[in-house]
């Protein structure tokens, strides 16, 4: 799939639609002095976890359906350091009928330029199966406003 910014440049917070607070913390930095890039794919990963749980959707213990990431990616544009505390917002680009493709945008406290932004799509399935499973309804419902336009 084509990367948008290439084209149209990166993100700014108005382009996504929730956000959650996440602390560096000293052993995120690696020897260059910054934040190494697996960490940011761990903030993905927890911001959306976390959104979902916050919202009754995730059941991480008992839930039937859960998310399995079929595909990431992310860009970077500047850096990131501890201990400055981030900001991940959240935005749905695709909600399909068994998967999401969820984008994040790595934020620092009070500056409106993205830091990184990256994807992931969950594909959600059956817990014992592991086959796809359609979305159940509550989670379409809730889901929904956070599905953004294409910028």
Request: aromatic share 10%; glycine share 8%.
């Amino acid at each position: 799939m084509p990367d948008p910014t290439i084209e149209t440049g990166p993100d700014k917070r108005r382009d996504f639609a929730v956000f959650r607070q996440i602390p560096t913390r000293w052993m995120d930095n690696d020897a260059y002095g910054h934040v190494n890039n697996v960490i940011y794919y761990s903030w993905f990963d927890t911001a959306v976890n976390a959104l979902l749980v916050d919202m009754g959707l995730l059941d991480i213990r008992h839930g039937r359906t859960i998310g399995l990431v079929v595909e990431t990616g992310c860009r970077y544009h500047r850096s990131v350091a501890f201990p400055e505390i981030v900001e991940a917002g959240v935005r749905i680009a695709r909600l399909g009928t068994s998967s999401v493709r969820w984008e994040v945008g790595i934020f620092t406290a009070g500056d409106d330029r993205v830091a990184a932004q990256g994807f992931f799509v969950h594909v959600y399935v059956d817990r014992d199966s592991r086959r796809p499973a359609p979305l159940p309804d509550e989670w379409r419902q809730q889901l929904a406003p956070l599905v953004l336009p294409a910028i």
